[in-house]
């Protein structure tokens, strides 16, 4: 366990989820326009660093999970899923290359799980797998703002996050304007004995601090799904538009591809990620897991919300696909009902993207006209 974060000292600081962050430090709406104009930093150290050096990295890597990792070089970033036999996720992965070390942000609760999982995959292949949560730490920003990079091996350890655009090899269910093509969201990697000295540049004015709640709630309105939240036992990654930049459909064999061919080429996926924009006049506000129905029957959950300071209150769900997309749907805020109006992230009809020709049922009689005369 590391210790509790230094930001958690700052002037109003709450730890809303008792994760060890600071959820916001008072006025979370400020806090997201601060996000947004580009100087502010969001204290991200309850999550994992982990790396994988040695020179099979890549490859071995790239063979286990979806993106695309061969080419990947000293500076650049990705993000993989790793899935199991049924195609279903199991972890997601943000991915920095340095040359020397392939470097894995993930989620702290995913860590152990992960690392036990890859350590059995190693066999005869020539890779390291290491913990650096206790050394690292990460920071979030949507801007530039100055900050101790980590650098070990001479490339500054900065994951810029793809969702502003569909990766290679990528696909985009969503259609028309993607709000998240002005995402510019990246995870910065300090030495974890530098945080202190972060938070009195915070104090001194020179930085300004957002909370964890300012952040969901950008990422919400971008459409950007996180393991932490949107991801249950029954996920695949065309329900929330993942192929977009996780998933490269070309690369080859690995581990749940024949599932995301086979709906991606020939099916649908059976549930979609919708935005809902939540009648706010009610004061009442969903939690993660409450229901979602349309005439009295549940149809989905919802797996983020947020009150945001352009929008008000918005939500990610996970509906049946077969919802109808311009219903206006209902959400349980602890007893209380909300009306959501729904915006279409993932449409009813996507998937089935080979256009695979209807054929002639078995047994059908074509007839050749006969000729005339």
Partial sequence: MTAPSPFLAL?????????????????????????????????????????????????????????????????????????????????????????????????????????AWLDSMRFMLRVELADHTDALATIGTLGEPPLPIAAPNGVPLVWHDPWHAVAPGGHQYARGEHPGADWSWSERVVPRDALPSIVARVESGELTAAGTL??????????????????????????LDWLRTAVHLTKGCYRGQETVAKVHNLGHPPRRLVMLHLDGSEGAHPARGAEVTLDGRVVGTVTSSALHYELGPIALAIVKRGTDATATLTVDADGTPVAAAQEVVVPPEAGAEAHVPHLPRLGAVTRTPRPQG
């Fill in 214 to 239: 300012a952040a969901d709630a950008l990422r919400i309105a971008a459409w950007r799904p996180r393991f932490a939240t949107e991801v249950d036992e029954r996920t695949i990654p065309h329900e």
């Fill in 11 to 115: 002037p109003g600081a709450v730890d809303v989820a008792d994760v060890g962050v600071p959820a916001h430090y008072g006025n979370p709406l400020a806090e997201q326009r601060a996000l947004v104009e580009g100087g502010a930093i969001v204290d991200l150290s309850d999550r994992a660093v982990l790396s994988i050096t040695g020179p099979d990295r890549l490859s071995w890597l790239n063979s286990l999970t979806s993106q695309s990792l061969l080419g990947l070089q000293p500076g650049e970033s990705s993000e993989t899923l790793l899935l199991d036999v049924t195609g279903r996720v199991e972890h997601a992965v943000r991915l920095i290359e340095d040359g020397s070390t392939l470097w894995l942000l993930v989620d702290r609760p995913e860590a152990a799980g992960l690392l």
